[in-house]
């Protein structure tokens, strides 16, 4: 069983940075994405990262130029390094890990609260 345990989230002025990150314990397949997605209230959840085992990265457009994803293999752990946050970055930040055996399978993090206001 995989576990995924996220830290880092909190309350920052707009226009601050913080830093999340995303440890996974248990089996997870060498082919395999490490992601962050979000979900705000009364929103559907949404991606905002992903990378690959081998660095490969995706972003949604919204965060493009202000946040990194960025993992550390030996340590199963992803970060998300998010800056120059805005008020509507406010959300759960959830972790995801999809570990490519077959069929795949998807595992979560248990949500990490970031909030932007002033």
């Known amino acids: 069983q995989v576990q995924l345990v996220e830290s880092g989230g909190g309350l920052v002025q707009p226009g601050g940075s913080l830093r999340l990150s995303c440890a996974a314990s248990g089996s997870i397949h060498s082919t395999n994405t490490m992601g962050w997605y979000r979900q705000a209230p009364g929103k559907q959840r949404e991606l905002v990262a992903v990378?690959?085992?081998?660095?490969?990265?995706t972003y949604a457009d919204f965060v493009k130029g202000r946040f990194t994803i960025s993992r550390d293999n030996a340590k199963n752990t992803v970060y998300l390094q998010m800056n120059s946050l805005k008020p509507e970055d406010t959300a759960v930040y959830l972790c995801?890990?999809?570990?490519?055996?077959?069929?795949?399978?998807?595992?979560w993090g248990q949500g990490t609260q970031v909030t932007v206001s002033s």
């Open positions: 995801n890990v999809v570990s490519y055996v077959s069929p795949p399978r998807y595992y």
């Open positions: 990378i690959t085992n081998s660095g490969g990265t």
